[in-house]
């Protein structure tokens, strides 16, 4: 990255970066730092404020009297101060007067810490800790992630496990529930001891955080974010969170979190109106606010916003060893009209916000240049082409884009009665005539369990027998179809009850058998998804997928190959969407031989009826162009059946 020469001093080379919005560790220069300077000890101030009138700092340590600590404005519009005695752990704001003489105390946008909402100032910080993951970070860089198998475990912190107010943390404060009495957030170092063995138990490849920024509003879900450089306090320090990600990094878990560069909240003390003018956002509200959400747009412009914005990115790469990013809201970045009845149209007449497009292209440039083998993944529903492709071929330069298609296809067919599947069977098939455009991850998130739309148990159609039936055949068709994998908190056992922020998940169900048994289903996909290349080695081309059967729809089944071009590995799946049994069902494929049936989730250690076919089908003669062998099978109703080839025939 660029050098850096002195923490506490602006060089010219410095004011040139930052103005051309490519100073990619500004973190390191504007903020609090705890310095020496001249023999004595204490903090130095930087906030870039080129509107104000005055900056001063206001905190304890001078009982928030506001001018006793002016700050000083350079060329640049950045103000600076050095107090002398001041030590990391103090509160502080900077009380920014604008040119009518108005004050607002503000926290520190470049702030490495915040103090647990209600309160809101920012916390002088040093962010030192001994990290132990350089094997894997070494191992990162030298892996292409688009080769390998990952399954993403989607989690908001705060409401995946709870304990009692009556058993405080071993470090640092309780930090209660809202609307739960008696309840209080795991810290970060508990949910290591907690949630990072599950994972593993479970397979999962990854964890991705719902925001961890800090977050004024716990109802936000994290996405109104007012601290772009700061983990929320909620659960406790920044190094409690290094130590959350140091561990999962020795566990060989990658974590990913949301990032949220779309759009931030108007609360007082956060980046709305910073100076006296709307400096962070657009200045006309018909580009710079967004209605329905009741927040405000990032002015992509501006070359200092822009440089803010990476910054951050690159600040959890560098500071937090995070594996990855995914970025919210894409397309209400990248199109002017998003949710808007009144818009301004860009310099062509067009609704494309090509300020936004160049920022998401410098964005993924910078985040690939520094930390190779790490995943940034676009959550973009629109048919805007080419997000996933490297920027010198057109595209936005993400290396993932969430199938948002599918996702939404994909639950509507499953909505639909079984015996009227037949009706909508273009809706199952159609993902494949789009799969391979981009580089999709399949994510079934967090979007798809709230707001009333129920979780996914609640979605399918039938008693609590064909519910069950219904989820296994989901979750299933989703590990064998292409595409990176993403499970929302909850999936993963079938949660019966739509998310709730403000309370945990209902654990309580584990109890039960269907439960545990859906459970297991999930952990025995991923071990077959991940000692399978033919599932994941080539997902992005056709050259990994064939059809064998697309448009039986009478009998409401597909059939299809996921194949290794690197092995010759190759994984042969039956899926059925009725509820209706077909014996003797010849199944197509390729080599003759001795197939193994790797997955049945009518298996009745997953709650079906045991109707599986077994580890030694031999092949028949078929001759049914372009088939030339089958396999003869039974195939139980609303089921999948995966199978592998064991022993060639070399007839």
């Given at each position: 990255?660029?050098?850096?020469?002195?923490i506490?001093?602006?060089?010219?080379?410095?004011?040139?970066?930052?103005?051309e919005?490519?100073?990619?560790?500004?973190?390191?220069?504007?903020?609090?730092?705890?310095?020496?300077?001249?023999?004595?000890?204490?903090v130095?101030?930087?906030v870039?404020?080129?509107?104000?009138?005055?900056?001063?700092?206001v905190?304890?340590?001078?009982?928030?009297?506001?001018?006793?600590?002016?700050?000083?404005?350079?060329?640049m519009?950045?103000?600076?101060?050095?107090?002398?005695?001041?030590?990391?752990?103090?509160?502080?704001?900077?009380?920014?007067?604008?040119?009518?003489?108005?004050?607002?105390l503000?926290?520190?946008?470049?702030?490495?810490?915040q103090?647990?909402r209600?309160?809101?100032?920012?916390?002088?910080?040093?962010?030192?800790?001994?990290?132990n993951?350089?094997?894997?970070l070494?191992?990162?860089?030298?892996?292409?992630?688009?080769?390998?198998?990952?399954?993403?475990?989607?989690v908001?912190?705060?409401?995946?496990?709870?304990?009692?107010?009556?058993?405080?943390p071993?470090?640092?404060?309780a930090?209660?529930?809202?609307d739960?009495?008696?309840?209080?957030?795991?810290?970060?170092?508990e949910?290591?001891?907690?949630l990072?063995?599950?994972?593993?138990?479970?397979?999962y490849?990854?964890?991705?955080?719902?925001?961890?920024?800090?977050?004024p509003?716990?109802?936000?879900w994290?996405?109104?974010?007012?601290?772009?450089?700061?983990?929320?306090?909620?659960?406790g320090?920044?190094?409690?969170?290094?130590?959350?990600?140091?561990?999962c990094?020795?566990?060989?878990?990658?974590v990913?979190?949301?990032?949220?560069?779309?759009?931030?909240?108007?609360?007082?003390?956060g980046?709305?109106?910073?100076?006296?003018?709307?400096?962070?956002?657009?200045?006309?509200?018909?580009?710079?606010?967004?209605?329905?959400?009741?927040?405000?747009?990032?002015?992509?412009?501006?070359?200092?916003?822009?440089?803010?914005?990476?910054?951050?990115?690159?600040?959890?790469f560098?500071?937090?060893?995070i594996?990855?990013?995914?970025?919210?809201?894409?397309?209400?970045?990248?199109y002017?009209?998003?949710e808007?009845?009144?818009?301004?149209?860009?310099?062509?007449?067009?609704?494309?916000?090509?300020?936004?497009?160049?920022?998401?292209?410098?964005?993924?440039a910078?985040?690939?240049?520094?930390?190779?083998?790490?995943?940034?993944?676009?959550?973009?529903?629109?048919?805007?082409?080419?997000?996933?492709?490297?920027?010198?071929?057109?595209?936005?330069?993400?290396?993932?884009?969430?199938?948002?298609g599918?996702?939404?296809?994909?639950?509507?067919?499953?909505?639909v009665?079984?015996?009227?599947?037949?009706?909508?069977?273009?809706?199952?098939t159609?993902s494949?005539?789009?799969?391979?455009?981009?580089?999709?991850?399949?994510?079934?998130?967090?979007?798809?369990?709230?707001?009333?739309?129920?979780?996914?148990?609640?979605?399918?159609?039938?008693?609590?027998?064909?519910?069950?039936?219904?989820?296994?055949?989901?979750?299933t068709?989703?590990?064998?179809?292409?595409?990176?994998?993403?499970?929302?908190?909850?999936?993963?056992?079938?949660?019966t009850?739509?998310?709730?922020?403000?309370?945990?998940?209902?654990?309580?169900?584990?109890?039960?058998?269907?439960?545990?048994?859906?459970?297991?289903?999930?952990?025995?996909?991923?071990r077959?998804?991940?000692?399978?290349p033919?599932?994941?080695?080539?997902?992005?081309t056709?050259?990994?997928?064939?059809?064998?059967?697309?448009?039986?729809?009478?009998?409401?089944?597909i059939?299809?190959?996921?194949?290794?071009?690197?092995?010759?590995?190759?994984?042969?799946?039956?899926?059925?969407?009725?509820?209706?049994?077909?014996?003797?069902?010849?199944?197509?494929?390729?080599?003759?031989?001795?197939?193994?049936?790797?997955?049945?989730?009518?298996?009745?250690?997953?709650?079906?009826?045991?109707?599986?076919?077994?580890n030694?089908?031999?092949?028949r003669?078929?001759?049914s162009?372009?088939?030339?062998h089958?396999?003869?099978?039974?195939?139980?109703p609303l089921?999948?059946?995966?199978?592998?080839?064991?022993?060639?025939?070399?007839?």
């Amino acid at each position: 990255m660029e050098n850096i020469q002195s923490i506490d001093r602006f060089t010219e080379f410095d004011f040139y970066l930052f103005g051309e919005g490519k100073h990619y560790r500004i973190y390191e220069k504007l903020g609090a730092r705890p310095i020496e300077r001249n023999g004595i000890e204490g903090v130095y101030f930087a906030v870039w404020a080129p509107n104000a009138r005055e900056v001063s700092i206001v905190g304890d340590f001078n009982h928030w009297s506001i001018g006793q600590n002016p700050m000083t404005r350079n060329l640049m519009g950045i103000w600076e101060a050095f107090i002398p005695d001041l030590k990391s752990g103090e509160k502080y704001k900077y009380a920014v007067i604008d040119s009518r003489g108005a004050c607002y105390l503000k926290t520190d946008p470049y702030g490495y810490q915040q103090e647990t909402r209600p309160a809101t100032a920012s916390i002088i910080t040093d962010l030192s800790y001994a990290w132990n993951d350089e094997a894997w970070l070494d191992k990162r860089s030298s892996t292409d992630p688009h080769d390998l198998p990952i399954s993403v475990y989607e989690v908001h912190l705060g409401s995946w496990l709870h304990t009692g107010l009556e058993t405080p943390p071993e470090n640092g404060p309780a930090v209660a529930v809202p609307d739960k009495p008696g309840a209080r957030f795991l810290t970060y170092r508990e949910l290591a001891d907690r949630l990072i063995p599950y994972v593993k138990e479970i397979g999962y490849t990854h964890i991705e955080l719902l925001p961890i920024t800090e977050h004024p509003f716990d109802g936000s879900w994290g996405y109104q974010v007012v601290g772009y450089f700061a983990p929320t306090s909620r659960y406790g320090t920044p190094q409690d969170f290094m130590y959350f990600i140091d561990r999962c990094h020795q566990e060989g878990i990658g974590v990913i979190v949301d990032w949220v560069p779309g759009h931030f909240p108007k609360d007082a003390h956060g980046l709305a109106h910073f100076d006296g003018t709307a400096l962070y956002e657009y200045a006309d509200w018909r580009k710079g606010e967004h209605k329905g959400w009741g927040t405000l747009v990032f002015n992509y412009d501006r070359n200092e916003v822009r440089n803010f914005l990476i910054a951050s990115a690159l600040f959890w790469f560098d500071k937090y060893h995070i594996d990855g990013i995914r970025v919210d809201a894409v397309a209400s970045m990248l199109y002017l009209d998003y949710e808007r009845e009144e818009w301004i149209p860009n310099q062509y007449g067009g609704r494309e916000n090509l300020e936004a497009v160049e920022f998401l292209k410098q964005l993924n440039a910078a985040i690939f240049h520094y930390y190779p083998g790490i995943l940034s993944i676009a959550e973009e529903s629109t048919t805007w082409a080419k997000v996933s492709h490297p920027i010198d071929e057109g595209g936005l330069g993400f290396n993932f884009k969430w199938n948002m298609g599918w996702m939404n296809d994909t639950l509507r067919y499953f909505a639909v009665h079984p015996q009227e599947r037949s009706n909508v069977h273009g809706q199952l098939t159609f993902s494949i005539w789009y799969a391979f455009t981009e580089k999709f991850m399949l994510a079934l998130s967090h979007d798809e369990v709230v707001h009333g739309k129920g979780h996914l148990w609640q979605k399918m159609p039938g008693d609590d027998g064909q519910k069950m039936a219904n989820l296994r055949v989901l979750l299933t068709y989703m590990f064998t179809h292409p595409g990176k994998k993403t499970l929302f908190m909850g999936m993963e056992f079938g949660q019966t009850r739509e998310w709730n922020v403000n309370a945990d998940l209902d654990w309580w169900l584990l109890q039960y058998e269907p439960h545990q048994q859906v459970q297991q289903l999930v952990k025995d996909l991923h071990r077959v998804y991940i000692s399978n290349p033919a599932l994941y080695r080539d997902d992005f081309t056709l050259e990994g997928f064939e059809w064998i059967e697309c448009n039986d729809m009478p009998r409401g089944m597909i059939t299809y190959i996921r194949k290794d071009k690197h092995s010759g590995d190759t994984i042969v799946v039956a899926c059925n969407f009725k509820p209706n049994f077909y014996g003797n069902y010849w199944l197509g494929v390729r080599e003759p031989g001795i197939y193994r049936e790797l997955i049945n989730t009518d298996d009745s250690k997953y709650g079906g009826h045991g109707r599986v076919n077994g580890n030694e089908i031999k092949t028949r003669q078929w001759n049914s162009s372009p088939w030339p062998h089958a396999l003869e099978i039974n195939v139980p109703p609303l089921s999948v059946m995966v199978f592998k080839l064991d022993a060639i025939d070399p007839v």
